[in-house]
Every structure is written in C-alpha cells, then in structure tokens.
C-alpha cells in the first residue's frame, strides 16, 4: 500500500455504524491495485449524529465519493445535492459520486443482491419471495426483485420508524411493476410460517445476525423451513448467520451477503472510476466461493 500511496492519490471512502468489520476495504483497494488506478478506500465510523459534517468535509476535501451504509443510508440523502432516480424511488442512498463538488446519490444494493442471485445459479424470476427487512437495503432489494420480475413479494417487517417506507414500497411495487406485493407485520409468526410455505427464496435484509445482533435471528425455529427452500442473508460478517445455520441444518441451499456486497461494491466502483471492477480476481482474492 505504502509504495502506490502518493501525494495525487484520490480518496474514496465508506461512512457507517458500525463498520470496521466491513471486507470493502480489502475489496476496493485490491481492485485498485490490479488495475493500477491511484485511489485509496477507506472506513470511517460515521452515525447520524456526525453525519452531516462528514458530507461537508467529503465536499471540502473534494473526496472522489463514498459508500454509504446503516444507519445513513435513508439520511443522507438531504445532504446532497442529486439522487438518482433509483435513490429517489427507494428512499435510500448506498453510493455518492463527487463530481466537482455535485454530490449525487444512488443506491446499487437491489442490482447487487439480484446479480448475485444470478452468478450463484438461482432463479428467482417468475417466482415468490419473502423478505425480511425495509430499510435502504431492503427496499432497494424489493424494488429491483419487483422490476427484474419476481412474481410475488411477502414482506415483513417489525412495526418501527421503518413500517410507513415498508407500505410506501409496496404501493410502489404494485403501482409500478407486474409484481404483486403484500406486507407483514414480522410479529405475525402465523403469517410467516403461511407465506414461507409456498415461497420459492426467503430472505433476510435486517441488520439482525450482524454486530451488535450476532448470533440473533428473527426466525422463531426451523420448523418455518423445508429443505427445497432457498435462504439468503445480506449479512456478510459473520460469513454465517443464525439463520443461515438453521437454514443448513434442514438441508437449504444458502447464500451470505458476499455476493450483494461484491457486486454492489462493483457498480460502485464503476461509477468513481469509469472502469470495470476485475470481479473474478477479486473472488479469488476474497475467497468469495458462490
């Protein structure tokens, strides 16, 4: 690192809370080092308190752009000067370009998720999904599940300061898309247990299972599963959630946050530096096995 750091290096950053887990670093600066481009990726433990003076010390010292995640994303938006029509329909911001001091946001989590399902050979198009979660990932996820063209979304979420965006994402979705949406209160075990059961993919876009929630799912036990289920969870650190564990031990097939966070990170770097990320280096230099 030390012998490409030079004084033109260009800085790119990721703000959230908490974040020194995150494998982007590595990610970001093992790209930039294979194709010989002069930036540096770095994390900075950023909440909504700070946030506000980090966008204007980004702005200031011209910072090329930045990865946003919780709790900023559904934040951030304010601060900037353009969201991208993606960015604007899910009310959440994962990425920011600085172009000469125009800060625009847009969020690559739904494009993410969705082409890792791919690359892991899993078709959910055509199909039902249920999904756990609304916040920025969450939606970005539902909205781009709904335009790709999964049929069905079951989404269930706790009453919190997130159920008025879960209803505004439904509408969206039915408004918008061939996709009929319906949502859940994530209390309502009799209705997860009924949706589940004829759902092709259950996902988990919840920060349940990450710090400081380790080891904790919402799932109540694994009589909700059945071994032709497929479970994700965008959680990646740790590689295996509790509800990847209980998704295993009834014979699913599952899939950890790796690849969202691959190709998210991928579309992302694309727009900081008009070059394509050398994705299949960068899985064998992560150990990424999907």
Known sequence: MSERITGHTELIGL?????????????????????????????????NDTLEDTVKGFRAMKVR????????????????????????????????????????????????????LKDAGIDAIGKKMTIAGAGGAATAIEIQAALD?????SIFNRKDKFW????????????NTNCKAKL?????????????????ILTNATGMGMKPLEGQTWLPDTSFLREDLIVTDTVYAPAKTKLLEMAESVGCKTLNGFPMML??????????????????????????DF
């Open 184 to 200: 859940f209160d994530l209390d309502d075990k009799e209705a997860l247990r009924k949706e589940i059961e004829d759902s092709y």
């Open 15 to 47: 703000i959230a809370y908490p974040i020194r887990h995150s494998s982007s670093p590595k990610m970001h600066n093992e790209a930039f080092a294979k194709l010989g481009l002069d930036y540096a990726y770095l994390a900075f433990e950023v909440d």
């Open 164 to 175: 008025t965006n879960a209803e505004e994402t439904v509408e969206k979705i039915n408004k």
């Open 149 to 153: 063209g999964v049929a069905e979304l």
């Open 263 to 288: 190709y998210q990170g991928a579309a992302a770097f694309e727009l900081w530096t008009g070059k394509e990320m050398p994705v299949d280096h960068i899985k064998k230099v992560m150990g990424f």
């Open 65 to 116: 752009g930045w990865n946003v995640s919780m709790p900023n994303k559904t934040v951030i938006g304010k601060y900037l000067d353009k969201l991208t029509p993606a960015a604007e329909m899910c009310g959440a911001v994962n990425t920011v370009v600085n172009d000469n001091g125009v800060l625009t946001g847009t969020i690559t989590d739904g494009v993410g998720y969705m082409k890792g």
